[in-house]
């Protein structure tokens, strides 16, 4: 069954004169890993938001193992079954870059003395130091701050990962240490990884390639 599916998906922002997403159907499936490319303004970041349940179609239908959004609790399942990694990173600031990791998890039920390790395991694999760790987000370069955006949005045991250009603020050595985590998780453990991207390396990677272009998704 497929993860996320668009049934002839339309989207209109309020007051604009055309749509910003039109007529999309696409399936995502577990297992994969997906980019999307295209231009600015094509309606990338708002296809994210329909596909996390942030904006609901104004035409067309997002389902989710074959139920439509339409009809679910959305803010359980943006806390349960997504993590957006944002282009912009949305850390707490008066956090420490470690507690910004353990607190979606202490949210969803996790013992903070379980979070605590998990936490330090995730930064440590996006090449966060332990001292590190112990600085709020404002004490990092925007490489090292996106990098603990992707370690808390990996924290939670969603299946499904939105990343808005999530290697955007990344040299070559972090971009392809971001692919290979997000490749292994869709490979090894199944999760559907879905990537707006600019980023030819992180396109080149993915198991499908995507396409916008005025609102509308193609295969690239
Ligand atoms: N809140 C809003 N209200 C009205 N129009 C919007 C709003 N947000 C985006 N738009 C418009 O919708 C279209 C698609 O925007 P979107 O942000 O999805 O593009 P994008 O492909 O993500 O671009 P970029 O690569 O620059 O991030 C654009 O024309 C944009 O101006
Ligand atoms: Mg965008």
Redesign the pocket.
């Known amino acids: 069954m497929a993860t996320l599916s668009l049934e002839n998906v339309t989207y209109t922002?309020?007051?604009?004169q055309k749509a910003?997403v039109l007529g999309v159907s696409c399936r995502f499936e577990e297992g994969k890993v997906y980019a999307i490319v295209?231009?600015?303004?094509?309606?990338?970041?708002?296809?994210l938001s329909l596909l996390a349940g942030l904006d609901l179609p104004t035409d067309g239908e997002v389902a989710f193992d074959g139920e439509s959004l339409v009809g679910l609790d959305l803010d359980r399942y943006r806390r349960e079954s997504i993590s957006m990694i944002f282009?912009a990173f949305h850390l707490f600031p008066l956090l420490t870059v470690l507690e910004n990791v353990c607190f979606p998890m202490e949210l969803c039920g996790v013992a903070p003395k379980d979070a605590r390790p998990r936490a330090e395991a995730l930064l440590e694999g996006v090449g966060i130091t332990k001292e590190q760790m112990g600085r709020f987000p404002s004490k990092l370069s925007g490489g090292e701050r996106q990098r603990v955006a992707i370690a808390r949005s990996l924290a939670s045991n969603a299946r499904i990962i939105l990343g808005?250009?999530p290697t955007g603020n990344l040299d070559g050595a972090n971009t392809q240490n971001i692919i290979d985590i997000l490749c292994s998780l869709a490979h090894e453990k199944g999760y559907c990884v879905i990537i707006?991207t600019?980023d030819m390396e992180v396109a080149e990677a993915a198991d499908v390639a995507l396409r916008?272009r005025d609102?509308e998704l193609r295969l690239a």
Request: avoid cysteine; charge should be neutral.
């Open positions: 922002y309020k007051n604009a910003a295209g231009p600015s303004g094509s309606g990338k970041s708002t296809l282009q808005d250009e707006v600019h916008m609102g």
